[in-house]
Structures are given as structure tokens and as C-alpha cells.
């Protein structure tokens, strides 16, 4: 099954199972089904409860913020994380803030669903991977799909929180296969994350978002066969408030496709450090995408972004000191 | 400030010549993504080409136009280059924006596209109210979508345009959907109704005649130019896809859309086949060329 069908399936499975959910978003209306097809199935199937919106995101967010403070379950899906800046105020500055400014919690099943990140020549202002903005923010939680996990597990989790979400889906793993991982590698889930190792006790681990999972295997995969070092990916559904519980390395790397500064990584990095600093070898080792724009050629793109190469390089760099 | 008055039959030729560059550069686009040789994303202005023909004929050297993602026409109609957009497009050496941009960020001096709807509303203000102080008499220009009047910082920026009577001329592209959407499921009331209740100007165009269009406008537009905003509105098919391949309107309807370019091929079919051509050379060019660098960063 494809990541987006998994997706999909999960948004019917929400909306089937629950009398109060709404899917809101732009182009959602069959045949289109939402600009990647994600929403397919759906309006047709829900036809009440699925809203095809006008090309206004701040509108869309306060709506689901109204909807979700009413009681109702709302799942927003953007065309592009970038417009997320569009929203930022009704999610931030609302949504967030109401679960607890008012003095006594107030629950909000709220998930805001964002297509991000590059790799298919969008261009600056299409491919933008926002993670960083959303850390830290009171009331707010961040998750991302992960072709490791059932997107209905990481849905039932979000809304069991009851306060908004926001779910990053890289729009590379759209078309990937779910829990695919190559030889000799194989994926287990425990707690909301991930393991993709060799079962023998790693060197190293890599942390990655699900976004970054496919190029982070492919670099573990080199390393294991060039290197003969066996790390162990971690891929936590939940990016941010951070929880790991990582087995004792000397090594870890952290890798995700935005650009420095403020980061997820540096977050990770924080909680691994005051965890299991006892157990380090080095400080953990923070991979991320190039300080710019990200450019519309796909040659150029390639340099920016984050690739199984970049991942490799880093942790060849941090074994070898 | 007006451009130069050129004589008749050399204007009729020029707008045609415009106008079949870009329906042919267009075409050319969907061609090339149709063989795998695009990436990313492209929005081609089939049935919408007259609009910056028209309008570009009004500006002058110190105006600023602001385009949007369907923005090849609006740059080929200003600046005669499909050979620097395409490199951009393919990220090819003499691309304008060295492949950083692509298709829907273009920026050359007066000259901006940016691919995030309705942001680029409150900066042509911006740039409105520079020029007001600094080039008297020049405006900047606008191109927007009729789903684009979705964003709330469009009546933020037209609040302020009447307010502060800035040279801003806002061309409004209707071509009756957004992406999937039809106009009438995204917008309640009328362009010339939002327009009213700021109090600005609006004028509605259904022609597709460049010189009858310009005649119609100069008058409002030199009344811009004085402070005074318009909103003007061409109603447009769209007779290409959003992108590429995403049409889910039924092909009867889309067959059914005029389409200026048949009659036109008629009446000039030598000018036809040289655009054609033109634009088979600019192909075979930039398809040959070495990757853009980025190196200004
Ligand atoms: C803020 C924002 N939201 C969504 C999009 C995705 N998008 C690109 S073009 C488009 C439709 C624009 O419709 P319209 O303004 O009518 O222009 P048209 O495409 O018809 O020329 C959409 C939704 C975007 N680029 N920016």
C-alpha cells in the first residue's frame, strides 16, 4: 500500500467512526480529492462532512478551530505546508493558546495535516519543511507520517490528546510503499516509534522524521555494507513534546530536512544530551538542510536538500570522530 | 508615461506576434513536461494571453507588474526572453533566475512573480506607494486569480490602495476556476461588488481585441496613474489544464471555451508558423544548454 492510500484510508476511517468529524481543506471535492489525491473517496463518501474550501487558510484554521472548540472533530488539510504561515495566527495564537488561556483545559480535536518538504522542483515558496516553527508552542503538538506506521494508529493518538496537531507528511513518501525496508533491515513499533535496524546491538543510532526515513535507511544501508557499522533508525511518530528512550550508543545522529537554527534535531539532541550523555561518545551529531531558499531545478534542489549522502557522510563523520 | 504611440498596423502586428508567442511557448511547455523533460510544476495561460498583451501595452519602463503562478504570459508580454523564462523553467544556463526561482518566481527590475496567492496584493501596494513619492505617475500592476480573492490580505491591501489612493491597477484574470474549483463555489457576490464596497474603481472586459481592450482602459488607467485604484476584470477562459494533466472538467466543456487562437491562425497564418518556429528554436536552444549555476547566494 502506498503512504498517501494509507493516509487516505485513515481520514475515511476518522470520518466513518466518528459523527463529528469534518475534513476542510481546498480542492477536496471528487474527482479531484485534494491536490495529491490524499482526500480521494472522501467527499463523495462523506459528502456533509468533507468542505472544499475557498484558497483562504487562516479562514480554513479558524473554522476547524471553531468546529473543534464546538466539540467537533477537525482534520485541515493544507495544499502546501508552506501556507501554514497563512494559518499560523488561528493555530498558534487560537487554537493552541484555547486548550488552556481560558483557565480550565479545554479539549480541541484539531489535526492540521501538511504536505512538505521538496524534492519535486516546486520551487522557494512549495517545498518548505516548517517543523521548526512549531516546536515549543504551548498547547501545540507536532507529529509526521512515517511509511513505519498505520496513519489511523497516529490519527487515533492525536485526537486522544485533545489539542491541536499538527501532522507533517513529506510529500516524497506519497507515492512510497508503506513498511518497506530493504534487506537485512526490519521495522518494529513500540510506544509511537519506530526501529528499523539489523537487530544486531547498533554503533550508532539515527534519528529521522518519517519524511526523512527512506533517505536515512538508504544511508544505515551503506554504512552497514561499506562500513560494516550497524546503526538503528528511530523514527518517533510524535516529533515534539520530544520523548525517546534510546539504547545505550556511543553515537547518534539526528537528521531532518529543514535548515539549521531553532531545529527538531537540536531539540533531540538537548533530550539525548541530558538523557543518555553517560552513554555518548561524542556530542550527537545534527544533520540538516542548506541554509537557503530551496531552488526550483532539480539539480540545484539536490544540493540543498538532505540526501541519503548528506545522512551518510554525517555519520561516517561521527564514528570515525 | 504612456509608451509611444505606434502607428496602427506595427501595433496590430505586434500584439498578434505577443499573443502567438505565448500560446505557442505555452503549448511547447505542456509538450515538453508531456516527454519528461519539465519537472515541478507549471501553469500555462492558454485562453488568457490577450489579458497581458493588453494590459502590458499601457505600462511604461518605471511601472512595476506583480504576476502570479500562471505568470509566462505576464513576462513575455513585458520583456520579449522565452528564452531566458524557459531556461528558467528548465533550469538551464541563462535561466533569468539562475534555476532558483522556476516557473512561478521571477523577479527582473519592475518585475516580480511569486507563487503564494494573495501575498503579492499588500506588496504592489507597497511598491504603489513608493513610486507615488519617488516616479510620480508610474503605478504598479497586479495580476490576480478570481479564486486568489479567497485571501483575506486581498481586502487588506485594496482597504489601504483606496485609503491612500495609490497608483495600483489590479488585473483580475476570471477565468471561472481555481485549481478544481469553480469560481461560484469559492466566491459569494462579485469582483465588481468587493470592489464597490471599497469604493474603487472597476471596469469589466470580456474582449480579447488588444488594441479595442487598450483603448477602453487608457482612461482609467491614466486615471491610476493620478492615484485613483481600478480593479480591472477580464473574464478569460481557461483552456489548459491547473498544472499539468489535472483538468476534471469534463472535455466537452473545455472544447466548448472560446478560443481566440483559430481565427487569429487564419487571418496571420505566416506570423503563425514564425512564432511556431520561433518558439521550436528557443526549444531546441535551451534543451541543449548546460545546468544553471547558482552561485549569488
Ligand atoms: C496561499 C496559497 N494557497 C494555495 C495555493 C495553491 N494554488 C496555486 S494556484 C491555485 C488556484 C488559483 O486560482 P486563481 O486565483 O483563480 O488563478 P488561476 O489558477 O485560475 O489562474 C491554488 C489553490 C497557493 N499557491 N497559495
Known amino acids: 500500500m502506498r503512504v498517501a492510500d494509507n493516509i487516505n484510508a485513515a481520514l475515511h476511517s476518522v470520518l466513518a467512526g466518528d459523527e463529528r468529524a469534518y475534513l476542510i481543506g481546498e480542492d477536496l471535492l471528487d474527482p479531484y480529492g485534494g491536490a495529491f489525491k490524499v482526500a480521494r473517496g472522501l467527499s463523495t463518501r462523506f459528502p456533509d462532512r468533507v468542505l472544499s474550501t475557498p484558497i483562504s487558510e487562516s479562514a480554513m484554521t479558524g473554522v476547524a478551530a471553531g468546529l473543534a472548540l464546538a466539540g467537533d472533530t477537525a482534520i485541515v488539510e493544507y495544499m502546501f505546508a508552506d501556507f501554514l504561515t497563512l494559518g499560523f495566527d488561528p493555530l498558534v495564537n487560537f487554537a493552541a493558546k484555547s486548550v488552556t488561556m481560558y483557565g480550565t483545559r479545554l479539549p480541541m480535536r484539531l489535526i492540521v495535516r501538511c504536505p512538505s518538504g521538496g524534492g519535486r522542483g516546486y520551487g522557494p515558496t512549495h517545498s518548505q519543511t516548517l517543523t521548526k516553527h512549531l516546536i515549543g508552542v504551548p498547547g501545540l503538538a507536532v507529529f509526521e507520517m512515517s511509511p513505519f506506521r498505520d496513519a489511523a494508529e497516529v490519527f487515533a493518538e492525536m485526537l486522544a490528546l485533545a489539542q491541536p496537531c499538527v501532522f507533517v507528511e513529506d510529500k516524497i513518501l506519497y507515492t512510497r510503499r508503506m513498511h518497506a525496508v530493504p534487506h537485512p533491515f526490519t521495522a518494529s513499533v513500540r510506544d509511537g516509534v519506530a526501529y528499523v535496524g539489523t537487530g544486531e546491538p547498533p554503533d550508532l543510532v539515527l534519528v529521522a522524521p518519517g519524511g526523512t526515513a527512506g533517505r536515512a ?13 550497524a546503526g538503528l533508525l528511530v523514527v518517533p511518530s510524535r516529533l515534539y513534546p520530544v520523548s525517546l528512550d534510546l539504547p545505550p550508543v556511543p553515537h547518534v545522529v539526528v537528521a531532518e ?8 534535531g537540536a531539540e ?21 538542510a542548506a541554509g537557503a531558499v530551496i531552488p526550483a531545478a532539480p539539480h540545484l534542489e539536490r544540493e540543498v536538500l ?10 561516517v563523520r561521527t564514528v570515525r570522530g | 508615461m504612456l509608451p509611444a504611440l505606434v502607428d496602427a498596423p506595427d501595433q496590430v502586428r505586434a500584439d498578434r506576434a505577443a499573443m502567438l508567442l505565448i500560446r505557442h511557448f505555452e503549448t511547447a511547455l505542456l509538450d515538453l513536461f508531456a516527454r519528461g523533460e519539465l519537472s515541478g510544476t507549471t501553469h500555462t495561460c492558454l485562453g488568457q494571453e490577450h489579458v497581458p498583451v493588453a494590459v502590458s501595452g499601457l505600462l511604461g519602463p ?5 504576476s502570479n503562478h500562471r505568470g509566462h504570459g505576464h513576462y513575455l508580454a513585458r520583456f520579449d526572453d522565452p528564452e531566458g523564462l524557459l531556461a528558467e523553467i528548465m533550469g538551464r544556463a541563462g535561466a533569468v533566475c539562475h534555476g532558483v526561482g522556476g516557473s512561478q518566481h521571477i523577479h527582473r527590475p519592475g518585475y516580480l512573480s511569486t507563487g503564494v496567492q494573495g501575498e503579492s496584493l499588500p506588496v504592489a501596494a507597497g511598491l504603489a506607494l513608493h513610486l507615488r513619492r519617488h516616479r510620480p505617475g508610474a503605478l504598479a500592476c497586479v495580476y490576480i486569480g478570481d479564486g486568489s480573492w479567497g485571501e483575506g490580505a486581498v481586502y487588506e491591501a485594496l482597504n489601504l490602495a483606496a485609503l491612500w489612493h495609490l497608483p495600483l491597477l489590479v488585473v483580475v484574470e476570471h477565468n471561472g476556476i481555481a485549481q478544481s474549483t469553480p469560481t461560484g463555489q469559492a466566491m459569494a457576490g462579485t469582483v465588481a461588488g468587493r470592489a464597490a464596497a471599497f469604493g474603487l474603481a472597476h471596469t469589466r472586459i470580456t474582449g480579447t481585441d488588444p488594441a479595442a481592450i487598450r483603448a477602453g482602459l487608457a482612461p482609467l488607467v491614466a486615471r491610476v496613474r493620478a492615484g485613483e485604484p481600478l480593479i480591472a476584470e477580464f473574464h478569460v477562459p481557461r483552456l489548459g489544464p491547473h498544472s499539468k494533466g489535472d483538468d476534471t472538467r469534463p472535455a466537452e466543456q473545455v472544447a466548448a471555451l472560446p478560443d481566440w487562437y483559430p481565427a487569429l491562425a487564419a487571418a496571420a497564418p505566416e506570423l503563425d508558423r514564425a512564432q511556431r518556429d520561433r518558439v521550436a528554436r528557443v526549444v531546441a536552444d535551451v534543451s541543449a544548454r548546460p545546468p544553471a549555476e547558482w552561485t549569488d547566494r
Not at chain 1, 217 to 229: C, F, G, M, N, Q
Not at chain 1, 257 to 264: K, L, M, V
Not at chain 1, 269 to 288: C, E, I, K, S
Open chain 1, 217 to 229: 535507511v538508504a544511508a544505515l544501508h551503506r554504512l552497514l555494507i561499506e562500513d560494516e557499522i
Open chain 1, 268 to 288: 533531540v539532541a538537548q533530550h539525548v544530551h541530558a538523557r543518555h550523555f553517560a552513554d555518548l561518545a561524542a556530542p550527537v551529531t545534527l544533520v540538516h
Open chain 2, 62 to 66: 518605471d511601472d512595476h507588474v506583480l
Open chain 1, 257 to 264: 530536512d529543514g535548515t539549521a537554527g531553532g531545529t527538531w
Open chain 1, 306 to 315: 538532505v540526501t541519503a549522502g548528506t545522512i551518510y557522510d554525517a555519520m
